[in-house]
Every structure is written in structure tokens, then in C-alpha cells.
């Protein structure tokens, strides 16, 4: 590749001809830990399959939770379910796998979905501690902010700006030169390993990531960090402790996932790259993409009699258990 400015389609065409094929060759130097993983990651993908489809049924099905809240969740629920359903399958084959190949329309198709759904979700937990924050410290008015015509709206950027931002850095990588280099130290085709492949200059990449890292994790963040300081002020001047439970129960819930899911997102795009200690990393990136997904309908569920009570009540209806 000689000294180029812009790529003309041949060059890309090369680069195509190039790498046509990855290999995800993530944790392979623990073969013992394969058939764990894939039980582990199978039992977990059911778990987030039924746990998020539950949710999304009951929000539609009970009249008493068609709220802002049970919305933002419902489609929280729906984006884990596609977020673990681009990268859960395709992780178990290679599990169970000798080859160990993913197609490069495969891998592309794989980061476009896994950094679109996961930057989503950022916008949108800041958006449900929004919605919490006008819940909690301005109940009378709530109805009237939190009308529909807004959270559809808040929902539909959500999904908008983390599918825009996947787009774009995705084709900013893919259009880079590999140079035959086609084997990923991971277990899915995530960004940070296919940019350490590219064997021309990527500090634009970078630069774009960590911009979208600050607009999609530490704003968000910063944001959570705001509503939260005045949900608490607000919830220490409830005079009742029946009310000053109820309150913290909601947010207690939300607050985890929002630990969980940013803890694990900020280690893996904010670190400098220097410590990279491989095996920690794809652990960190199980967390993030499996087991976040897993529990937030636990914990939401968990946490909420709302939610208790609907599913008893959707089960007594469609099962006619009556007992229940």
C-alpha cells in the first residue's frame, strides 16, 4: 500500500480480497474453559430470552404499567434480547467450534449491532434516571412532562444516536487496511480488537471513539449522577417511610443496573491501552455483554411488587392457575 490520501474503490476491493475471513481465537489458550463457558453463556441466553421477553409481555398485557417507566423498560428489555442475540449465538459456535471463522460481512454486521445496541443503551438508562428524577422530585407535574408525545420521542433518539454512532465508527474501521492480519484476540468482533488488527494509521479512530466515549458513557453518566443526587435529596424529605421505600426501591433497582452496565463499559473504552491484560478483558466484556443482560429483569423484577404482581396475574389469566 503506497503512500494514498483517499481510497479509491480498488483499494478498498483489495483490502476486502485481503481479509475476507476473521478468526476469533478469544480465551482459546484455555481449552478446559470452552465447555464451561458455552453451558455458562447457553444457560445465561435463556435466562436473558425468558427474564426479557417476560417484561416486554406484561408491560403490553397490564393496563397498570403501560407508564413512561415500564416503556423505557420494555424496550430496555428488547435491546438486551437483540444485544445478546448478535453476540450470544455466534459466541456459542465458536465455542464449540475447530475454525474458529467469522465471514468479514459477518464481523461487520456483528459490530454494527453490538456497539449500536450498547451505545443505546447508554442514552437510555440516562434517559429512565430522567424519568425517575421528574417522578420522584415533581410527582404533581409528572404526568404532564413525562407525556407520551416526549418518552416516545426520548426512546427513539435513544435508539437513533447509539445506531448512528455504530455506523459510523464501524465503517471508519472497516474501510481500513488489515494486510492479512485476520485473527481477533476475542470472542466477538469488538471494535477495540479489530482496530489493534489495522495496519495503517488509526489515530482518527481513536480519536472519534473516545469523542463518542465522553458524548455516550460520561455524559450519560454525569447526567445519572445529577438526577440521583436530587432523587436522594428528595426522597430524605418523604415524610412517610412506606413512601421513602417505595421510592428508593425503584431507584435502588436502576441504580445497579446503571453501576453494572457503566462500570464494565467505562473499563473497557476509557482505560489506556497500554494495560491491557487479555483474559481480564474478555471477562470484562462477558460481564458487559451477558450477564448485564441477564439481570436486569431480575432486578427490576426483583425490586418491584408492580412487576410481581402483573406477572401473577398474567400467569393466573393465560395458565389459569389459580392457585398462584
Not at 485481503?18 to 476469533?24: K, N, P, R
Not at 436530587?230 to 426501591?249: C, D, M, P, Q, V
Not at 411488587?305 to 396475574?313: F, G, L, Q, W
Amino acid at each position: 500500500h503506497g503512500h494514498f490520501t483517499a481510497f479509491t474503490v480498488s483499494e478498498m476491493m483489495e483490502n476486502y480480497s485481503a481479509v475476507t475471513e476473521f478468526f476469533l481465537v478469544g480465551l482459546s489458550q484455555y481449552p478446559e474453559l470452552q465447555l464451561f463457558l458455552f453451558m455458562l453463556c447457553l444457560i445465561m441466553y435463556v435466562i436473558i430470552l425468558l427474564g426479557n421477553s417476560l417484561i416486554i409481555i406484561i408491560s403490553i398485557l397490564d393496563s397498570r404499567l403501560h407508564t413512561p417507566m415500564y416503556f423505557f423498560l420494555g424496550n430496555l428489555s428488547f435491546l438486551d434480547i437483540c444485544y445478546t442475540s448478535s453476540s450470544i449465538p455466534p459466541m456459542l459456535i465458536m465455542f464449540r467450534s475447530e475454525t474458529k471463522s467469522i465471514s468479514f460481512i459477518g464481523c461487520a454486521l456483528q459490530m454494527v449491532a453490538s456497539l449500536g445496541l450498547g451505545s443505546t443503551e447508554c442514552v437510555l438508562l440516562a434517559v429512565m434516571a430522567y424519568d425517575r428524577y421528574v417522578a420522584i422530585c415533581n410527582p404533581l407535574r409528572y404526568p404532564i412532562i413525562m407525556n407520551r408525545v416526549l418518552y416516545v420521542h426520548m426512546a427513539a433518539w435513544s435508539w437513533i444516536i447509539g445506531c448512528l454512532n455504530s455506523l459510523v465508527q464501524t465503517a471508519l474501521t472497516m474501510v481500513l487496511p488489515f494486510c492479512g492480519n485476520n485473527v481477533i484476540d476475542h470472542l466477538t468482533c469488538e471494535i477495540l480488537a479489530l482496530l489493534k488488527l489495522i495496519c495503517s494509521d488509526i489515530s482518527m479512530n481513536v480519536l472519534i471513539m473516545t469523542v463518542a466515549s465522553i458524548v455516550l458513557l460520561v455524559l450519560p453518566l454525569l447526567l445519572i449522577f445529577i438526577s440521583y443526587v436530587f432523587i436522594l435529596s428528595s426522597i430524605l424529605r418523604i415524610n412517610s417511610a412506606e413512601g421513602r421505600k417505595k421510592a428508593f426501591s425503584t431507584c435502588s433497582a436502576h441504580l445497579t443496573v446503571v453501576i453494572l452496565f457503566y462500570g464494565s463499559a467505562l473499563f473497557m473504552y476509557m482505560k489506556p491501552k497500554s494495560k491491557d491484560t487479555k483474559a481480564s478483558d474478555e471477562i470484562i466484556g462477558l460481564s458487559y455483554g451477558v450477564i448485564t443482560p441477564m439481570l436486569n429483569p431480575i432486578i427490576y423484577s426483583l425490586r418491584n411488587k408492580e412487576v410481581k404482581e402483573a406477572v401473577k396475574k398474567v400467569l393466573s389469566r393465560h395458565l389459569h392457575l389459580w392457585k398462584i
